[in-house]
């Protein structure tokens, strides 16, 4: 178990520009979301998949966002268009889908900096 | 909709001492879970404990342990003993129970410092 990780770490890039954030959850987790936290907030839902279907979004997510989990690995998240209010920690977590109370586990996420 | 409050924003205590952290929620659902995760500076959210709502009984993890009252809506952390690296910021989360979707619903957190 290596648990969820996300690349990159950081990411500084230039209003207006377009970004793409990866998470890998842990292998045998068919559940995965994103969050975004801003700072000294909790997070916030956006998005959730369970193997690749895209189950549900979060109104938060507009449509500039756009997520996807080919073949239920991996997942990417991408913003189009950047904002400066798209400055946040995007967090990605897995889980195991049919194991009652099953925790999810959070990658160390990838800060987003807007210029 | 479920909301979380967590309406302490910070709180200090001297190492070894025992801290309570408050968390309310709302909700009308009658089944779904609550935790608590910890998230230190820079690093990784943790998970540290969770309650099942139908349990009566406080979940406890060997320093942590919560006070759940449900007809208060209220889930509150207890952290004895405390340790220099409990130092975090800490978050009660909601989740229903059962659906297709498992979310989490988190309060704004709580900054814990622990002074040596």
């Known amino acids: 178990d290596t648990g969820v990780s996300q690349n990159p770490r950081h990411k500084i890039t230039k209003r207006g520009q377009n970004v793409t954030f990866r998470c890998d959850p842990i292998?045998?987790?068919?559940?995965l979301y994103w969050y975004r936290q801003t700072l000294g907030q909790g997070p916030e839902f956006l998005t959730y998949f369970q193997n690749e279907a895209q189950l549900e979004k979060s109104r938060l997510l507009s449509d500039r966002f756009s997520a996807e989990r080919p073949k239920g690995s991996f997942s990417t998240l991408e913003i189009q268009r950047t904002e400066q209010g798209d400055s946040a920690m995007y967090l990605c977590?897995?889980?195991?889908?049919?194991?009652?109370?099953?925790?999810?586990?959070f990658g160390d996420g990838t800060r987003l900096s807007i210029l | 909709a479920q909301t979380v409050t967590q309406s302490q924003p910070e709180m200090s205590v001297q190492e070894a001492e025992t801290v309570t952290l408050s968390c309310t929620y709302d909700?009308?659902?009658?089944?779904?879970?609550l935790f608590w995760y910890k998230q230190p500076p820079s690093r990784q959210m943790i998970l540290v404990i969770r309650q099942e709502a139908y349990k009566q009984q406080n979940a406890t993890e060997n320093r942590f342990s919560v006070n759940f009252q449900k007809a208060a809506k209220s889930f509150s952390l207890k952290i004895s003993d405390s340790q220099l690296g409990d130092t975090a910021m800490y978050f009660c989360a909601f989740m229903k129970q059962g659906g297709a979707n498992s979310k989490l619903t988190f309060g704004k957190g709580i900054t814990l410092s622990v002074r040596p």
């Open positions: 909700t009308s659902e009658n089944n779904y879970y």
């Open positions: 292998s045998e987790h068919n559940r």
């Open positions: 977590a897995s889980s195991l889908a049919g194991v009652s109370n099953q925790p999810q586990h």
